[in-house]
């Protein structure tokens, strides 16, 4: 079965120090990977997406994430959180023969002062 | 363009009323999608629309949901007969038919309220 798996529900990390969101997936194509923000009432901003090509992806806001298939991982980073990052992150799989996307359930990050 | 612009963006409605949301996507994308998200949960799949053609509906779009793209642009999705059920963020998604081209831009939902 297709899925996404973010298996930290939620993450503490204080201002300025670096982050790591884990993602992993089952899918049984070459997946196309996202990772999205969301904050509290809003709708899904796109921070990057992978298709091919360079497996480390660079985003926006500082943000980037890397591709290992031979983990099924699509993890996202950032050396140095901002108070502005605290939302929460969803990743997502999908494929060109798959328009809907398989979504995970959710990173929340808080950010200690 | 401004990107995927949705309407309303509250609705409190009773339980048993019909409600009608709408998304304008970015203009050049031809194809819409619907999500709906609950609370603590990630997107699930609702339905798709290429052009105006409604290709593919998800399990959990029962009989009292509709989705319409008449002219290819705007979606409408209609709920009938709320539930308490129903009360979730509605999200609504616009792409290329290549979304390596730009990927899939979100809108900012409509949160509905069913009480």
């Known amino acids: 079965a297709q899925s996404v798996t973010q298996p930290d529900i939620h993450i503490t990390v204080s201002e300025g120090a670096s982050l790591e969101l884990r993602c992993n997936y089952s899918?049984?194509?070459?997946?196309?990977l996202f990772w999205y923000v969301q904050s509290p009432g809003q709708g899904l901003q796109l921070l990057l997406k992978?298709?091919?090509?360079d497996t480390l992806v660079q985003g926006i806001k500082g943000f980037e994430a890397e591709f290992k298939r031979s983990q099924s991982s699509f993890n996202l980073r950032k050396p140095s959180v901002h108070w502005s990052d605290a939302a929460e992150y969803f990743c997502?799989?999908?494929?060109?023969?798959?328009?809907?996307?398989?979504w995970g359930a959710g990173t929340k990050l808080i950010i200690k002062p | 363009d401004t990107g995927v612009s949705q309407n309303p963006r509250h609705k409190i409605t009773k339980r048993g009323q019909n409600v009608t949301f709408r998304c304008d996507p970015i203009?050049?994308?031809?194809?819409l999608y619907w999500y709906r998200q609950t609370l603590g949960q990630g997107p699930e799949f609702l339905t798709y629309?290429?052009?105006?053609?409604?290709?593919?509906k998800s399990r959990l779009l029962s009989d009292r949901f509709s989705a319409e793209r008449p002219k290819g642009s705007f979606s409408t999705l209609e709920i009938q007969r709320t539930e308490q059920g129903d009360s979730a963020m509605y999200l609504c998604?616009?792409?290329?038919?290549?979304?390596?081209?730009?990927?899939?831009?979100f809108g900012s939902g409509t949160r509905l309220t069913v009480v």
């Open positions: 203009s050049e994308h031809n194809r």
């Open positions: 997502a799989v999908g494929s060109d023969s798959n328009y809907q996307l398989i």
């Open positions: 998604a616009s792409s290329l038919t290549v979304p390596q081209d730009g990927g899939y831009t």
């Open positions: 629309f290429q052009n105006e053609a409604q290709l593919e």
């Open positions: 992978y298709f091919s090509g």
């Open positions: 899918y049984g194509a070459t997946p196309y």
